[in-house]
């Protein structure tokens, strides 16, 4: 009583009214769905009949589903392309950047704007540009050059590599801004010390600038990963999937296990097990940060 | 010679001046006009890059420079603005035009009625409204939990805040594709109310407010605000509602424009998510509805309204670029 009464007059009332809307929209759209994720995995659901516990049986349903290694064959080529294609690129461009002394801010503009083009409109641009007849827009370019005419997202080799062309192209305007950022704040201390030995410039960037950015490549290393293996919007709109499950990712896979196959619990148990690697990659992202901030 | 091309900058004699230190010039240069020019723009000493101004002296790194940076520029103009520039003229040729010869930098004939009847014919008009009401919802709702909760989180720090913080944190780690399905279900039956939101915008609204990046954001910002100008707010009576109305959130202007901006812009991107809650085509924002369009109009009329869909996205970004370039990203928020 004496307890209620003083923490009705220290403004518990309205701390408790202020905070609703985050206990609301978060209480049932994050804490209770995380919480029910885990509670699905191991029921059928199908909406029409009551959730039933069956144990592991959806553990079994998606690792027996022979799209299952197909799909992380794919997801894992997937990250694998995008490093490859996307890690070096941002890097060498803001290096290179820092060092331009006038129309920085044109560049980043230039660099950003694929950036704010919207997913869904980028992707079907992309997907007109990789049309496969001599007069498709990249066949033509590469026309001009003698080279040509691919398949591009109809082969089912290079269905994957075009995909990601289209993805880099879309994230790496992102990645070149924070490096850009992250360039200012390397001591210039450190490179006037290694003047005076003689260092020339490619010494400086591998044993100055890069060590220095050892914290933040890593970051961009991991939400790399993280968002790469989430990979859903490009595959669904420009291949399918396709052709031959050649693009049939993680991500692709919970969406038919659901919305194709009304199996929402194979859906759940596979998320989970997508959940528990992707846990694994943002502790490591966690602890980067938190020595990268507090260095 | 070679450096007459930067007549502009010198045009304004000492608009770069000020700042620099003159220890900064390098002492053993011929050309005089040269070392007043790096003396002027020499970066404050914290500012320096790799490369050192005696390094900028030599003929090979200088042109190397030159050649680097019109590689990037002619690069970056290719890659990021050749297509978006090709989407532009695309959309006003004739789907002839686009078909046969795509990179024909003229079309035969300018169809600026492409525009109209995609505007009109494929209801672009329509889809167009939904993402702006879409996008309004999100955005209101994304601020009201931002606010309020890193209100409470940051000035008013009630007993359980530790707590509160931690399970707003803990959010982050888990990815979005995790609770897509739990999440479905949640919306087709919100447990205590018994309501289906399925194909009513607050299946989009409500779930964006859950963002906790959002919420820490603004909490760290709040953290860092005067809480001696707080004391003296409630001395003078202020309760905490007034407090927030009229004291916080005049002096968090500045991360509530950043939240807002990127609230829009994402809520414009977001594809699955309003896939899977709005099976009501006359619901449906242009995300999700370009892909059913680009199967029932004709080619050129697509290419417009594709354009049409890019245009607001991108004069945000233009209208608000620094802030973007500035906050771009995690980066930002990382260090922060």
């Known amino acids: 009583m004496h307890a209620t009464v003083r923490w009705v007059r220290s403004g518990g009332i309205s701390t408790l009214i202020l905070l609703l809307p985050l206990l609301l929209t978060f209480g049932y759209f994050a804490w209770f769905p995380i919480g029910n994720a885990v509670v699905m995995s191991f029921q059928e659901t199908n909406l029409v009949d009551e959730p039933t516990w069956i144990g592991l049986d959806n553990f079994t349903t998606i690792f027996g589903d022979p799209l299952f290694w197909t799909s992380v064959r794919n997801t894992v080529y997937f990250t694998f392309l995008a490093l490859l294609f996307g890690y070096p690129v941002p890097l060498v461009l803001a290096v290179l950047m820092s060092e331009f002394r006038r129309g920085l801010g044109l560049y980043s503009m230039l660099a950003y704007l694929p950036v704010v083009v919207p997913p869904v409109v980028a992707v079907l641009l992309w997907r007109f540009f990789y049309d496969a007849s001599t007069t498709g827009v990249f066949n033509t370019i590469l026309g001009w050059v003698g080279l040509g005419p691919f398949e591009w997202i109809q082969s089912a080799s290079m269905a994957m590599p075009s995909l990601v062309l289209q993805a880099t192209w879309a994230n790496a305007g992102a990645t070149v801004i924070i490096y850009l950022a992250a360039l200012t704040s390397v001591r210039a201390e450190l490179y006037d010390a290694v003047e005076v030995d003689g260092a020339g410039i490619w010494y400086k960037i591998w044993h100055v600038t890069l060590p220095q950015l050892r914290h933040i490549l890593l970051i961009t290393l991991i939400l790399q990963v993280i968002a790469t293996f989430q990979i859903f919007t490009e595959p669904f709109l420009m291949t399918g999937g396709g052709p031959n499950n050649a693009t049939t990712t993680i991500l692709l896979q919970i969406y038919n296990y659901a919305f194709r196959f009304g199996d929402y619990g194979a859906a759940t148990a596979l998320s989970l097990v997508l959940a528990v690697f992707l846990a694994i990659m943002s502790a490591i992202y966690f602890r980067a940060t938190r020595s990268w901030s507090t260095s | ?336």
């Open chain 2, 1 to 336: 010679m070679n450096h007459l091309v930067r007549t502009p900058e010198r045009a304004r004699p000492g608009a770069a001046s000020t700042g620099t230190p003159p220890s900064k010039a390098p002492e053993t240069r011929r050309h005089t006009r040269r070392r007043l020019r790096t003396a002027r723009r020499a970066p404050a000493p914290e500012e320096r890059g790799v490369l050192s101004e005696f390094d900028r002296d030599r003929a090979a790194v200088r042109w190397g420079l030159r050649i680097a940076q019109a590689l990037v520029l002619v690069g970056l103009i290719a890659a990021s603005l050749g297509p978006m520039l090709w989407l532009a003229k695309a959309a006003i040729s004739t789907t002839q035009d686009t078909l046969r010869e795509p990179l024909a930098l003229w079309p035969s004939g300018i169809q600026w009625e492409n525009l109209a009847t995609a505007w009109n014919q494929a209801e672009i008009n329509r889809y167009f409204l939904n993402t702006v009401w879409v996008a309004t919802g999100s955005w209101f709702f994304q601020l009201l939990v931002a606010t309020t909760g890193g209100y409470v989180l940051a000035v008013l720090r009630p007993r359980f805040t530790k707590l509160l913080t931690g399970a707003v944190l803990a959010t982050l780690f888990v990815p979005g594709v995790v609770v897509l399905v739990p999440l479905f279900l949640t919306v087709l039956d919100v447990p205590l109310f018994g309501v289906s939101l399925l194909n009513t915008y607050w299946a989009v609204w409500l779930p964006a407010g859950a963002n906790a990046f959002n919420v820490l954001l603004v909490k760290r910002f709040m953290d860092n605000l005067p809480r001696d100008v707080f004391e003296a707010a409630r001395v003078d009576g202020a309760g905490p509602f007034r407090l927030l109305l009229f004291v916080v959130l005049p002096m968090s202007k500045p991360i509530l424009g950043v939240v807002s901006i990127f609230a829009v812009l994402h809520a414009w991107k977001d594809f699955l998510w309003p896939l899977i809650v709005l099976p009501e085509p006359q619901l449906q924002p242009l995300s999700v509805r370009l892909p059913v369009i680009r199967d029932t109009v004709t080619l050129d009329v697509f290419l417009a309204s594709l354009l049409i869909s890019t245009l607001l996205p991108i004069a945000i970004f233009l209208i608000f670029q620094r802030l973007f370039l500035r906050n771009a990203g995690l980066g930002n928020a990382v260090k922060a």
